[in-house]
């Protein structure tokens, strides 16, 4: 499958002046999945390249990031996150990047 495909989240500033924190909603809506990605993975949800000022210190922002799907099993899709880790969701907050640079 290994298909990229943009994800919705929310981001917050990260450790370090080119990431940031994404945090993406569990499928049951019952909390979210926290991770960190490069700037170059980020992008708002005109999908425009996040800014290095964006978002603010302090406030969050939503956007969308990059992931590539893993599998689908009963309507829900795991992605692998830019931090490499596995998450599951659901598919309504999946987006087709369409010839979008990642990581730029």
Not at 63 to 82: I, M, Y
Request: hydrophobic content about 35%; glycine content about 10%.
């Amino acid at each position: 499958m290994a298909k990229e495909v943009f994800v919705k989240c929310r981001f917050t500033r990260g450790g370090f002046g080119h990431d940031r924190v994404f945090w993406i909603p569990t499928p049951d809506n019952s909390g979210e999945y926290r991770g960190v990605a490069f700037i170059g993975y980020c992008f708002r949800r005109d999908r425009t390249p996040l800014r290095p000022e964006e978002p603010p210190p302090g406030q969050s922002l939503d956007g969308l990031v990059v992931a590539r799907v893993v599998r689908v099993t009963d309507g829900v899709l795991t992605v692998q996150v830019p931090d490499g880790e596995l998450c599951d969701i659901d598919p309504s907050i999946v987006e087709d990047p369409k010839d979008v640079l990642v990581g730029s």
